[in-house]
């Protein structure tokens, strides 16, 4: 187990969730400008803004990120030839899998704390639902921390962890689109997202990516497909 990158990611969790309860209002304050800032432009008055952020949240879009997701690990499964680099990287996604299971479990069933979208709690907002046949989100009754936000960062939690420099970087890049966008349109506020989201991220994947757990997969793969091997 590697105890110094597990405690390191539990300080910054700690940290940033401790900032939150002890500075709530200055938190608040910021999710209030942000949400604003950007809604204001979600009129009829800006169609390339609208257009864009309507794409960007629309369920296909959601489903295109998941399948780009899908074929980073597909390459990088095929593109080691021998038995034991395909173990390693089915483990990665199995142990990954796991995680991301834990974690829905987690946001749906432990957690009770429910706070609803910006787009709820404010008054006189623009909804992008009015401006857009596309099928997007703006606003949920619970917001608190973001499902797609968590799944998207263990997925680059993983790749940061696993992969190498490029895939850790197009990883960190599709949880931005996949978490910005949402805070722009009011489906989540900022602290849904950087906040909830990412102290779950810190407090979660440690115990699945600096633990004997990814390798022990990997070893009993191994024995599936390689009896003879001794790794």
């Known amino acids: 187990m590697k105890s110094a990158a597990l405690i390191r990611c539990y300080f910054v ?15 608040d304050a910021l999710d209030t400008r942000l949400f604003f800032y950007f809604n204001q432009y979600l009129t009829p ?34 593109r080691h030839l021998s038995v034991q680099g395909f173990c390693y990287w089915f483990s990665i996604a199995l142990v990954m899998s796991a995680c991301s299971g834990v974690a829905t479990d987690i946001i749906h069933v432990m957690l009770d704390y429910a706070r609803p979208s910006p787009a709820y709690l404010h008054d006189n907002v ?29 997925f680059a939690a993983f790749m940061m962890r696993f992969a190498n420099r490029l895939w850790a970087a197009v990883a960190f890049v599709l949880a931005l689109l996949v978490t910005c966008p949402r805070i722009m349109v009011g489906a989540h506020a900022f602290s849904d ?9 810190l ?29």
């Not at 401006?131 to 606003?139: E, F, M, R």
């Not at 997202?193 to 991220?201: A, D, K, Q």
């Not at 407090?203 to 790794?231: A, C, D, H, Y």
Request: glycine share 4%; charged share 10%; aromatic share 14%.
């Open 126 to 154: 623009h909804l992008i639902t009015t401006l857009t046949d596309y099928n997007v989100k703006d606003a949920v009754s619970n917001s608190f921390p973001g499902d797609h936000g968590v799944h998207a960062m263990i």
């Open 203 to 231: 407090l979660l994947t440690p115990w699945f990516m600096f633990t004997p757990l990814q390798r022990w997969v990997e070893t009993q793969l191994m024995g599936i497909f390689n009896p003879k091997s001794n790794i």
């Open 13 to 27: 969790a700690l940290l940033l969730f401790g900032s939150w309860l002890l500075f709530r209002a200055q938190w």
């Open 45 to 78: 008055a800006h169609p390339r803004f609208v257009n864009i952020l309507a794409l960007t949240n629309a369920r296909f879009f959601d489903s295109i990120i998941f399948c780009m997701m899908l074929a980073i690990l597909a390459f990088n499964l095929l």
């Open 193 to 201: 997202i950087y906040v909830g989201s990412l102290t779950l991220v």
